[in-house]
């Protein structure tokens, strides 16, 4: 059962402007970089379902930030089909990324009215999308695309709300080029999760460099 209910998980992308992404297998490394990431400052936490057990996983670190970490929201992403979309509600997701546009997500997810952002990359999609009821569109992969095509988009829907994921990274350039284009938040996933040279994750540095993202959003804004 979702601890926050979809408006308010909208609100908080909107004003956060910034959504970290990962994976990993082991819980105990995946407390320590949500963790990493809300001492930073981030309120949100999209768990990429990439692995096997993902969902075991997921509701681990999700009872683990009911418990330790007030505030944070927790959700998933890569999320292919409405039954894995149910499973993960079940496990208490707060909000649910797809990369695709699909309607049996769409269904579940209105049905329990949490927040779903289904990957689109065209106006048809992201047209269909809102009129299926969606808040927040992602676009996917963000590298493909760019800041120029959420300038196209938002020329004749100024009300849609963007969030790029890939090619997201915690630099001011890069910031400053999808805010400035108009996305409402930005997931970043690899570019954020820093490590150190054996491949272990860097949580000091995961850190930093959120909360360094975050303070550069809240000034490009």
């Not at 981030?42 to 057990?53: H, I, K, P, Q, Y």
């Not at 779903?116 to 808040?135: F, N, R």
Request: glycine residues 10%.
């Amino acid at each position: 059962m979702a601890q926050f209910t979809r408006i308010e998980v909208a609100q908080t992308m909107k004003e956060s402007g910034m959504v970290p992404l990962f994976f990993h297998q082991d819980i105990e490394v995946a407390k320590k970089v949500l963790k990493a990431c809300y001492d930073g400052g981030a309120r949100l936490m999209e768990f990429t379902s990439r692995g096997d057990f993902a969902l075991e996983v997921f509701a681990a670190l999700t009872k683990y930030a009911i418990k330790e970490l007030p505030g944070m929201i927790m959700g998933v992403g890569s999320i292919t089909d409405a039954a894995a979309a149910s499973a993960y509600m079940l496990h208490g997701a707060n909000f649910i990324v797809t990369p695709v546009l699909r309607e049996d997500i769409a269904i579940v997810c209105n049905r329990r009215k949490v927040l779903w952002s289904p990957g689109c990359g065209s106006l048809t999609e992201i047209a269909k999308a809102e009129e299926m009821g969606c808040e927040i569109v992602k676009l996917f992969p963000g590298s493909t695309y760019g800041p120029g095509f959420v300038k196209g988009i938002l020329a004749p829907q100024p009300w849609t709300n963007i969030m790029p994921t890939g090619g997201v990274s915690p630099t001011e350039e890069n910031l400053k080029g999808w805010f400035d284009a108009g996305v409402t938040c930005v997931g970043m996933g690899s570019k954020l999760m820093a490590k150190k040279a054996d491949g272990s994750f860097d949580y000091d540095k995961i850190a930093l460099q959120t909360k360094e993202a975050l303070a550069i959003i809240a000034s490009i804004r």
